[in-house]
């Protein structure tokens, strides 16, 4: 076998029965050349069919060489044995066996796709690999909004477009307008298919209108104009409300505060707390979370989560607790929300030192606590206090 199990395109693969004809042949040549016996001749075109803007495997792409043809598997043929969400699998792989002596062309078709041809000459030494990547047909338009159901924004919060697809970023930006008009900043991300508005300069308690034109193009050859009302059809504009909030002027509450009681469980203890909004993350530094024994900090990791609008200081000692001792957590009062509103005053927890009679003795790993859950989720930042 070829392949790790704990890699997930690679898993999706395995599920695939002519995947594992294609291993088993690798392994079948192996053994030839192990025994001096001559390869016989090889006439196998396989490969992955994948979704050109964002290099996805495409599920149910027919691929043929003349009249073998081969579907990819989908949720229908395979993958619902191993997930109740359609579109949650997917290895876009194919596999022609027994190409015909004159076949010289893979055609690959799916749905919503531009059919591919490609020209190729069978290797009868070795499988043809052929991975072809299908260009999509279907218009762009808005995916979502970081606009949530209150379709309120938050001046200072960034307002994040997803756009279904890869865009020519040009287009959009020359079309895009804000009214009433208002100065902002918009950034791409890399793939193009993400723009993220600035949203400083918003007045407070405003109706606000987002238009896209019609004439937004995606990055494809064929540039498709925009579909803004999602009825498949190109060549309208999205048009989308809002209104802006009151003045921020609260803040973080702080819940969740981990130990609660005053005894740690464990001599690598997870000392947590949780926010009620995100922070000001520029302001982080060594003193934002402390743990002390008297006067000395105990080195370690503190560690910044954001989960929905909540937001997580995790700290990670990174030595050993001493059971005998007193320790005291320190939150610093500068910890802020993201428009300069601060806790204002430290706060503390004093931990006794008769620690807990089972407390765990081993390393802490991230985890997230949040919500009595335990968690694994990269976090933002990592700081580390030596
Ligand atoms: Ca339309
Ligand atoms: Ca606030």
């Not at 802020?336 to 601060?342: F, R």
């Not at 030192?353 to 765990?360: E, I, S, Y």
């Amino acid at each position: 076998e070829s392949g790790f199990h704990t890699n997930p395109r690679q898993q999706q693969k395995n599920l695939n029965s002519e995947w594992k004809r294609l291993e088993a042949q690798s392994f079948f040549w192996v053994m030839l050349e192990y025994l001096g016996v001559e390869r016989p001749p090889v006439s196998i075109a396989t490969g992955i069919i994948t979704d050109s803007d964002n290099d996805e495997p495409i599920n149910g792409a027919i691929a043929s060489v003349l009249d073998s043809v081969y579907t990819t598997d989908t949720f229908e043929s395979l993958f619902n044995q191993y997930s109740s969400i359609p579109g949650d699998l997917k290895n876009g792989f194919y596999y022609i066996e027994n190409i015909p002596e004159n076949g010289s062309e893979l055609i690959v078709q799916a749905e919503g796709y531009y059919p591919d041809t490609t020209a190729f000459v069978v290797d009868t030494t070795d499988f043809t690999f052929i991975d072809v990547s299908l260009i999509s047909s279907i218009p762009p338009n808005v995916a979502s909004t970081s606009i949530g159901d209150d379709d309120i924004i938050s001046p200072g919060e960034e307002l994040v477009i997803q756009f279904s697809r890869k865009m020519n970023t040009t287009s959009v930006d020359s079309v895009l307008k804000i009214s009433p008009e208002v100065m902002y900043n918009g950034s791409w991300n890399s793939a193009g298919d993400q723009l993220t508005i600035t949203t400083n300069n918003f007045e407070f308690v405003t109706n606000y209108t987002l238009t896209i034109d019609s004439t937004a193009r995606d990055n494809s050859i064929y540039g498709h104009l925009f579909d803004g009302n999602y009825d498949g059809v190109a060549g309208d504009s999205y048009v989308v409300q809002f209104a802006t909030s009151q003045a921020d002027i609260i803040s973080p509450e702080i819940s969740d505060i981990y130990p609660t009681n005053t005894q740690f469980s464990e001599l690598w203890p997870i000392i947590s707390a949780t926010f009620s909004e995100h922070l000001d993350t520029s302001l982080f530094d060594d003193s934002t979370v402390e743990l002390r024994l008297g006067s000395t900090l105990v080195p370690g990791q503190t560690v910044y989560y954001t989960v929905g609008e909540k937001s997580v200081l995790n700290f990670f000692p990174s030595v050993r607790l001493d059971p005998g001792k007193n320790y005291k957590i320190e939150f610093s009062g500068s910890i802020s929300d993201t428009v300069g509103n601060s806790i204002g005053s430290i706060l503390w927890r004093q931990v006794d030192k008769h620690l807990h009679p089972d407390a765990r003795d081993r390393e802490s790993s991230w985890k997230l606590f949040l919500w009595g859950r335990e968690k694994t989720v990269e976090p933002q930042i990592a700081l580390n206090i030596e």
